[in-house]
């Protein structure tokens, strides 16, 4: 089965793609997207019936926010920063762990199991905790003008990615030091490979291929992360404060970028009076989720469980038709010591 013949992979994936594209148009296509929209809505008999924000039956298709703009075009003109950011953040985790995996790897064993203990200790601590301590002082500075908003962003994306590099290379070093037990590379080592050649040409020949499932599934992690971080007030772009009249108690948020967490952030203390406002966010977080789930589980069955021949329960032979031997086929990389999708 090839990739490429799969609906259920061209399907998602286009999905994600149009969603990409059609934020960068947004602005080119509706200028005026983010002015205020009507203050009021009137019947047929002149008479006031609705004020913002607007349900989705009073403005299709998905209701207004509480300036009266369509929320529809303001989820779709953050797209980019949502998605495109959590693509960087899942990379930046990828050639992270890859690189402390390597060198994890190649440690002493004792060491392994120290750095692992302390790693192991943190797993306990909710990662959306560990990012809110560390970009709450970055909010402050945001706050007072002295961050601006794309530094700011910058910042988040790096830090995002940064906090899961550890946990991830950790596992993905064990997985490597499984896989250099294997009688080829003890065999490569004895006839004087470096470290530098058993790298590239066994452990990075079968990297590649899993760090296809596993880059998608950092990203439905990703994603998943900046709902976490929503709501406790942390979005990618940094929210703005607004203190309206000196009766007013409580600040009011918005958001440069729109971006998904952000809307969702803004809305979040209206969840019972106008459930919309903070469930179209989630909407749209929801189908990007379950899209990359869909590409995550066809690139998983295609690159790795389509690689493993079948094998009869009882005999314990090869039953692939295109195999000529008898000899039990094992996968070269399997991660079996823990779920990928832990960390």
Known sequence: ??????????????????????????????????????????????RIVAAPPYSPAEMPPLGSDKLGRDMFLLLLSGAKYTLISALIIAFLRMIGGFIFGVLFAFLPRWI???????GDTFNFIPLAI?????????????????LPSFRFLVIQII???LVVIPSLGMYLGEEMNEYMKNDFVTASRQMGASSVHIIKKHIWSQFNRYGIVMFSEQLTQTLLLLIQLGILYICLGGLITVQFGIMENLPVYFSNTNEWAATMS???????????????PLLFFAISIYCVNEISGVLRRV?????VPKRNKEKGVCTNPNATSTTTIEPDFTFTNHSVKEY
């Open 303 to 307: 690159l790795i469980e389509g690689d």
């Open 159 to 161: 830090v995002i990615a």
């Open 266 to 280: 803004i809305n979040i203390k209206q969840v019972f009076l106008k459930p919309w406002l903070a469930l179209n």
């Open 112 to 118: 392994r199991l120290l750095i692992r203990g302390i």
């Open 130 to 146: 560990v990012v809110f301590v560390l970009l709450i002082p970055l909010q402050g500075a945001f706050d007072s003008g002295a």
């Open 1 to 46: 089965m090839s990739v490429f013949r799969s609906f259920r992979f061209w399907i998602p994936f286009l999905i994600i793609v149009f969603m990409i594209i059609a934020s960068f148009l947004v602005p080119t296509v509706f200028p005026d997207f983010e002015e205020e929209g009507p203050s009021y809505l009137k019947n047929e008999d002149g």
